[in-house]
Every structure is written in structure tokens, then in C-alpha cells.
């Protein structure tokens, strides 16, 4: 019974090289598609970039036409407030009307951590203003209020490990739970294939995942069985035939052995004994015939 432990430690070991296995290749496929579809600071860097390439000509305020276009390409609009009066001091041609030219510091501080009539929006600074960049609506998801608390991210490493043991031994148990019977069915076809070559016979109860196997087990036992005692019965058919042809031989050869020796008593015999008998005697004298 030795190959059971070994199958519980094989399944047991290539359960949890599954389960590594897919947590590596999940987290990895978690993070190339993060790290691919992540605003990654990219609308931020566009929101500075464009703040500070605000110009000042005897015109106005005006963006460099580079940037207006990298702008219009991706339809991002985009306004320049100015940080003393809160008034616009330059806006994109594509500026939605719905888009307000004035601010109050709080409508300021929404929309740089949210939305502008549901664009998702970022701020630059620049020397005298700010930079509203908005984006098209669904393009971006903003977290409006992004804090956490810092005993919770300092505690995070031990609670991702507590929560990936228990995962483990709850898997574990799941697996035990399900392949318990399947090993109980195994058991006692393991001792079956022991006791085969032993000539034992082999009784193994037909149920369970493994009943097929059990009956085919249970058929090749009778059938060892049946050739084992066919075995035997010719054995003893051929025994009991070397025994009746030695006696049906040893009886004649007795009644010679008798004949020549009493021959060879009668000196005054009126005839000679056959010229074998001398040797049927000394054959006889010289070898015991065995039964």
C-alpha cells in the first residue's frame, strides 16, 4: 500500500504547482493589461506639457500649433484659467458650450480630482494660469475621492498573504473533499493487484468511479482461479495415471520375477526354465521396482 501516499503526494504536489502556476501567469496578464490600459500619468503629462507651452503674443494667450493639433487628434478640449481672476483666459475652438469660462476655487478643486459635464479632466499649471484639459466622456474613469488609509496599505502584505494561504488551504480542502472518494476506490484496487500475482483470489465490490475497473479485476481473478484448479485437476489425472500404469506393469513383471525364482529352485526340473528367467531373477534382485 505504499503507492497510495505517493498518489495523495502527486496530486497533492501538482495541485499546488497548478495553483502557482496560475497565479503567476493571472497576475501577470493582470499587470501587462493594467500597465496597457492605465491612464499611467499620460493625461496629467499632456495637461503640464500644454500649461507650459502657453504663449504670450500682443494677441492673447495662444497654444503652439503642434500642440493644438496633438490636442485636436485625440478631441480633447481644452481651457486656460487664470489664477487671479478665475476667468478663461484661452480656450480650443472645439470647447463644448456647456463648458463654464469662469470658476470658483471649489468648482477648481472638483474638477481637478473629477468630471466637467462628464469629461473626465486634468490640470496642468503654468506661470499664470491653469490648464483644463477635457477628455472625451468614457475615455478615462476618474476615483473622485483616491485615499486609503495607512495602516491599511502598511498592514497589506501580511493580509495578502494570510488571504492567499487561506485561499490555498480552502482549495485544498475542496480537493481533498472531492477526490476522498475516488481515493477510497482506489484502496482496495491496489490490494487487488497485489494479491493477483500471489495467486490469491481477488473480491472487490463493483462501485464507485472506479466499477469498471473493479469488474475486470473481479473477471480476471476467476479466471486465474479456473485455471489454477484446471491446473491441479490435470495433475492429479496424470498422477493417478502413472499410478495405474505402474501397477497394471508391476503385477506381470511380479508373477516373472516369482516364475524364474522358483525355476531356479527345482533342480530335478523335467524341463530347463527359459534361458530368461535367470535374469528376470537377478533384474528383479538387483533393482526394487517403485510403486
Known amino acids: 500500500m505504499k503507492s497510495i501516499p505517493k498518489l495523495i503526494r502527486r496530486f497533492v504536489l501538482i495541485l499546488l504547482l497548478s495553483i502557482f502556476l496560475f497565479l503567476v501567469l493571472n497576475m501577470g496578464f493582470l499587470i501587462a493589461y493594467t500597465m496597457g490600459h492605465s491612464a499611467n500619468g499620460r493625461p496629467w503629462t499632456t495637461a503640464q506639457d500644454a500649461a507650459e507651452a502657453m504663449e504670450v503674443r500682443e494677441e492673447g494667450y495662444t497654444l503652439p500649433e503642434e500642440m493644438q493639433t496633438e490636442l485636436e ?7 486656460y484659467i487664470d489664477n487671479t481672476t478665475l476667468k478663461a483666459l484661452w480656450h480650443s475652438d472645439n470647447l463644448p458650450d456647456t463648458v463654464p469660462l469662469e470658476y470658483t476655487a471649489s468648482e477648481i478643486a472638483s474638477l481637478t480630482r473629477g468630471y466637467i459635464d462628464d469629461c473626465p479632466a486634468f490640470t ?4 499664470e494660469g491653469l490648464m483644463i484639459l477635457g477628455y472625451p466622456q468614457k475615455s478615462f474613469w476618474k476615483h473622485m475621492y483616491p485615499s486609503w488609509d495607512y495602516q491599511m496599505i502598511e498592514s497589506a502584505p501580511v493580509t495578502v498573504l494570510m488571504v492567499f494561504g487561506g485561499n490555498i488551504l480552502l482549495v485544498l480542502l475542496i480537493y481533498i473533499g472531492a477526490n476522498s472518494g475516488l481515493l477510497r476506490s482506489v484502496r482496495p484496487i491496489v490490494e487487488g493487484i497485489r494479491k493477483l500475482p500471489e495467486g490469491e483470489p481477488v473480491s472487490i465490490k463493483e462501485k464507485g468511479i472506479l466499477s469498471e475497473l473493479a469488474f475486470h479485476l473481479n473477471k480476471t481473478s476467476e479466471m486465474l ?24 506393469i508391476r503385477t506381470p ?23 530368461g528367467g535367470s535374469g528376470f531373477h537377478k533384474y528383479g534382485r538387483g533393482r526394487k521396482i517403485s510403486h
Open 225 to 248: 482461479q479456473s485455471q489454477k484448479y484446471q491446473l491441479r485437476k490435470k495433475d492429479a489425472a496424470r498422477a493417478n495415471w502413472i499410478a495405474g500404469v505402474s501397477h497394471d
Open 253 to 275: 513383471l511380479s508373477m516373472v520375477m516369482g516364475y524364474a525364482a522358483d525355476c531356479q529352485r527345482r533342480d530335478q526340473c523335467s524341463r530347463p526354465c527359459p534361458a
Open 73 to 79: 487628434s485625440e478631441n480633447i478640449w481644452a481651457v
Open 124 to 127: 496642468g499649471t503654468g506661470e
